[in-house]
């Protein structure tokens, strides 16, 4: 099997980012199978000059909504909640997740209108949200976004599913949280103070020299976890937004397994390191407010004439 497109394609300058409601479980199988071959039929072969991505995941309330724990990956969970989240996980968790990304608004409008046709009445759109690339993979906060990701092949054993559980290889996990930035309160330091906030240079992202001179409590620093097996990473692959009265960062990260995500993220958020350092939160966290988010389940294609998500109903 094949894992799904919008995991390791380079990130598009476009995305949509939905989240459904199951609403009639009757009709599920037919409305999933209807947009997985339009999907592996159409959409990705038409649109291939844009990039166009379509890619869906399952949270943890449609396994339990349709009687199929039994079939839902170890490793999927509740997402906790953090000090500083102004949200209830249960309440902004979806059923369904599908990411639409591309290089042309216009393109990534029509595939997300026939997502959401192929999809209903089966499942009811609970959260639309837009996202857009900026130069230099940069986020709305002036700083280049992801740049401690793994490269090339080195990206597989930290994103796909393996040999820990073979029901599910070449799946992955999506970690979505929507981070509302106070851009009013970033902008009023200068570039010196929000480099000691970031732990990178500005205009290159470029680490402190020396090393030993970046704040303790900077992101970078606090979002590096080092254990004895080695670096815990993540796949990075977030998308800024912005509107009149709001802007930020629609974070999507990927993983093979969530204690990943939730181990850098708890020490971003506490006081105290994984090392037993204890340096205080992460500067950044002053600057954000994550206001929804949920897990999701990323099978792999599926082969034959199945059909992205055909194992909740086997």
Known sequence: MAHQRGI???PQQHAVLMTFDLEDASAAPGRL?????????????????????????????????????AARPP??????????DDFDPAATQGDLVV???????AI???AERDVRHHLAPAFAVRDYEVGFGMPG???????????????????????LIGDEDPAHRDGSYMVLRKIREDLAAWERLDTGRQEQVIGR????SAPFDPPESTPPTSHKEKSTVGTPGGEVEILRRSFPFGGRDEAGLLFVCWVRDLAQYETIKGQMAG???????????????????????????VPPEPEGDGYLGDFLFE
């Not at 990411?99 to 608004?105: A, P, W, Y």
């Open 201 to 204: 240079r500005k205009a290159d």
């Open 33 to 69: 199978r209807f947009l997985w071959e339009d999907v592996s039929e159409r959409l990705h072969d038409w649109y291939a000059s844009y990039r166009l991505t379509v890619t869906v995941g399952f949270g943890l309330p449609l396994f339990e909504k349709l009687g199929r724990a």
């Open 75 to 84: 490793a999927l969970k509740a997402m906790p909640g953090w000090e500083g």
């Open 8 to 10: 390791l394609d380079p």
């Open 99 to 105: 990411q639409v990304c591309g290089d042309d608004r």
């Open 271 to 297: 006081a105290r390191n994984v090392d037993g350092t204890e340096p205080g939160k992460d500067a950044i966290e002053q600057f954000y407010t994550a206001v929804s988010g949920g897990y999701y389940y």
């Open 137 to 159: 993979s940069r986020g709305v906060l002036g700083f280049v976004d992801g740049t401690g990701n793994p490269h090339d092949d080195a990206r597989i054993p930290v994103v």
């Open 108 to 110: 990534v409008h029509h």
